[in-house]
């Protein structure tokens, strides 16, 4: 079953443009995370969200949290080249023990 | 260097040829597990373990085995491996279940 579903599949921008990527969930969680993926690699955490918390940020990045509408925006500020890769948001339910991955959006940044 | 190491990166291999891809973790981590990434379909576990000698399934676990014998050990067996079990494979540990998961670099398999 998806728990975390992505939106948009796929984004295109240029550089120095901001990327902003959305989740959505089901289910009650006890964090959010973020993950990148360089094609064919490894994931790599980003951030972590609490479900007490609304908002966090990290160096460029800005993830929000709204439980009420299970939903979650990751922004990605002043976007480069090197940022292209796909993002995955992931769920860690209350119920739970483990992360689920949604199917991730892929951002393309074009110079 | 704190990290997951998969070997190998990448393996071909012919139907019913048993095979085991390693992963071992140098963080103490408590919590591993492994994934499987198909196109489309995203990730999905397969096994996880929370602890030594305590492993449990995934959401796609026919075909597959672990063990945990060692806190920092945790290889996938593949005892008769079939075409359906081509894919990218991923090792993932962390502190516990609900922190940020580290990844290996992933092992691309191929059942021929």
């Known amino acids: 079953s998806q728990q975390g579903e992505e939106d948009p599949q796929a984004l295109s921008i240029q550089e120095g443009e901001n990327a902003t990527m959305n989740c959505s969930y089901k289910?009650?969680?006890?964090?959010l995370q973020w993950y990148r993926q360089n094609s064919g690699r490894g994931l790599v955490h980003l951030i972590l969200i609490r479900s007490n918390e609304r908002e966090k940020h990290s160096g460029r990045l800005r993830v929000t949290l709204d439980t009420s509408k299970k939903s979650s925006s990751l922004l990605i500020t002043a976007s480069r080249a090197a940022d292209t890769a796909s993002y995955f948001c992931?769920?860690?339910?209350?119920?739970?023990?483990?992360?689920?991955f949604g199917k991730g959006t892929t951002l393309s940044v074009s110079s | 260097e704190a990290q997951v190491t998969q070997n190998p990166r990448y393996l071909i291999t012919v139907t019913g040829k048993k095979l085991t891809v390693t992963c071992s973790q140098n963080?103490?981590?408590?919590?591993m597990s492994w994934y499987r990434q198909d196109p489309g379909l995203g990730l999905r576990q397969i096994y996880y373990s929370m602890n030594v000698e305590v492993t449990d399934k995934g959401d796609v676990p026919e075909g597959y085995k672990v063990s945990r014998k060692e806190k920092r050990n945790f290889p996938l067996i593949l005892e008769s491996p079939s075409p359906n079990q081509t894919s990218l494979y991923f090792c993932a540990s962390s502190l516990s279940t609900g922190d940020g998961y580290t990844f290996g670099s992933g092992t691309r398999l191929t059942v021929v």
């Open positions: 963080m103490n981590h408590e919590y």
């Open positions: 289910t009650s969680i006890n964090n």
């Open positions: 992931a769920t860690d339910l209350e119920a739970g023990t483990a992360l689920i």
